[in-house]
């Protein structure tokens, strides 16, 4: 099956240094999405993706569709304290599917 | 408008004992799905609903997994004489159609067995 490797796997910064984090596959995806999950929440969708190339902002995020279609970054800037969680990559095929990444752990030093 | 919601939030049973999981997606999506999230892990997709399609019930780990979708809104999912390796958090997410990626997820369930 299609397999996602997310990196890196944690991240200790302090508060207001930017972070990069980014997903790469052996496979093509039609559709990149980042998530953030808090403790003891469900993922929460942060952007979605849909065309290879395309860059999309969100506040202080931004986040990459590779060229390639076979990798997506994301960038946080400023980084503050409720920016520490959780935060996985999942790609989409033609069908319903999502393939998750197994996730980054940010934590941030105030 | 009201998020994917899910019932209980928290269930401790002992080992043997079967339970049921709910789920109620966001008012108007046809497709709902169920995941579930081991300590420090990803997400492992388990089934998948669509309108009135059959399911794809392909990543359910064995036959003590079942889940049904009842009216295409609500749906419960099922473990059968519960194992210590079933303690996890089930995740429920729904999105506006099949094809369309974006997933809306609920709180999660924490299963624990004893």
């Known amino acids: 099956g299609q397999q996602l490797n997310q990196s890196p796997q944690s991240m200790f910064i302090q508060e207001g240094e930017d972070v990069s984090m980014n997903c790469t596959s052996s496979?093509?995806?039609?559709?990149w999405l980042w998530y953030k999950q808090d403790p003891g929440e469900g993922p929460v969708l942060l952007i979605a993706?849909?065309?290879?190339?395309e860059l999309t902002s969100n506040g202080r995020l931004t986040a990459q569709f590779g060229i390639t279609r076979k990798d997506s970054f994301l960038n946080i800037s400023a980084s503050i304290p409720s920016d520490v969680g959780i935060y996985f990559c999942?790609?989409?095929?033609?069908?319903?599917?999502?393939?998750f990444g197994k996730g980054t752990l940010l934590t941030v030093n105030p | 408008g009201a998020g994917v919601s899910q019932s209980p939030s928290n269930k401790v049973t002992e080992k043997g004992k079967d339970v049921e999981l709910r789920c109620d997606p966001i008012s108007g999506h046809t497709a709902l799905y169920w995941y579930r999230q081991s300590l420090g892990q990803g997400l492992e997709f388990l089934i998948y609903f669509q309108g009135n399609s059959a399911p794809d019930k392909s990543g359910l780990p064995s036959d003590r997994f079942s889940a049904e979708r009842t009216g295409g809104s609500v749906s419960t999912l099922t473990i059968q004489r519960t194992q210590q390796e079933d303690s996890a958090v089930y995740l429920c997410?729904?999105?506006?159609?099949?094809?369309?990626?974006?997933?809306?997820f609920g709180p999660g369930t924490r299963l624990t067995v004893l």
């Open positions: 993706l849909y065309k290879a190339g």
């Open positions: 997410a729904s999105s506006l159609a099949g094809g369309n990626n974006e997933q809306f």
């Open positions: 999942a790609g989409g095929g033609s069908n319903y599917k999502l393939t």
């Open positions: 496979s093509i995806f039609n559709t």
